[in-house]
């Protein structure tokens, strides 16, 4: 695998308001962002989901058309402190705070068929959410890590249910299962020359969990990694 290399440096600009069709047909005008300062002076911002898909995945089709991006690569765009809300279909809030997505796009009518794998993910600062889940790398980790298992959105597995919850899903999302979690993270420490800095990936499902087996044969038995004490036992196969 080679180094990661910058192919382009873009400034999206995101209005105050946009207007938005809700379902029921009508228009409502929606707060596109909200913004503020962590006490040690980081910038955070909070993007409407539906303005800020369109603005990203825009950019992604521009840079493929640019030759930026490759089908032999994984093509992410990163945003620093950047999560992102949602609104519910009267248009008020109904929740935060998404911190990436993995997907992929296509060249129709051509065999073989082109497909570049694209990645959004923020990098979090330490200090501009204090007592979240996630900082750093988490978000990148977690989209790094589920693009790796389910690069074209359709690898799927049994339904399974979220640890703790009834809610299910049926697919090989790595990270997913864990982000339930109290703890969904594992301090790494990695020093460059006379620095040492603390990262902070989110430990993901094994393949093994989905399985649903009694037992592991991962190494130690293992049903999460890098934290094996994440998920203890298999999946819970969703209610019929």
């Known amino acids: ?17 946009v ?22 002076g980081e910038r955070w911002v909070l993007v409407l989901d539906l303005l800020f898909n369109s603005l990203n995945l825009r950019q992604a089709v521009n840079d493929i058309m640019a030759g930026n991006f490759t089908t032999d690569a994984l093509n992410i765009n990163m945003y620093p402190n950047t999560a992102l809300f949602s609104i ?50 988490t978000g990148l980790s977690h989209e790094i890590s589920e693009t790796l298992n389910d690069p074209f959105l359709d690898n799927l597995t049994p339904p399974w249910q979220f640890p703790g919850l009834t809610l299910c899903q049926d697919n090989l ?14 301090d790494i420490a990695l020093r460059e020359r006379h620095e040492v800095f603390h990262y902070h990936p989110q430990t993901e499902a094994l393949l093994q969990w ?3 087996g ?6 130690d038995g293992a049903f999460s990694y890098p934290d094996t004490t994440a998920l203890t ?8």
Not at 20 to 40: C, R, T
Not at 214 to 219: F, G, K, L, M, R
Request: glycine fraction near 8%; include cysteine.
């Open 1 to 17: 695998m080679g180094r990661p290399t910058i192919v382009n440096r873009v400034t999206l600009t995101i209005p105050a308001f």
């Open 19 to 40: 207007n938005v069709q809700l379902p029921d047909g009508s228009i409502k005008l929606i707060q596109a962002y909200s913004s503020g300062f962590a006490p040690d």
């Open 88 to 137: 519910d279909s009267t248009g008020n809030f109904a929740g935060c705070c998404v911190v990436g997505y993995h997907t992929y796009f296509y060249r129709r009518g051509v065999t073989p068929q082109p497909r570049w794998l694209f990645n959004y993910a923020t990098w979090i600062a330490p200090h501009v959410a204090p007592g979240v889940l996630f900082q750093d790398v």
């Open 173 to 186: 999302e790595t990270g997913d299962p864990v982000e339930v979690l109290p703890t969904i993270t594992v």
């Open 210 to 212: 989905f399985e649903m």
């Open 214 to 219: 009694a037992t592991s044969d991962a190494i």
């Open 233 to 240: 036992r298999s999946a819970v196969p969703c209610p019929q």
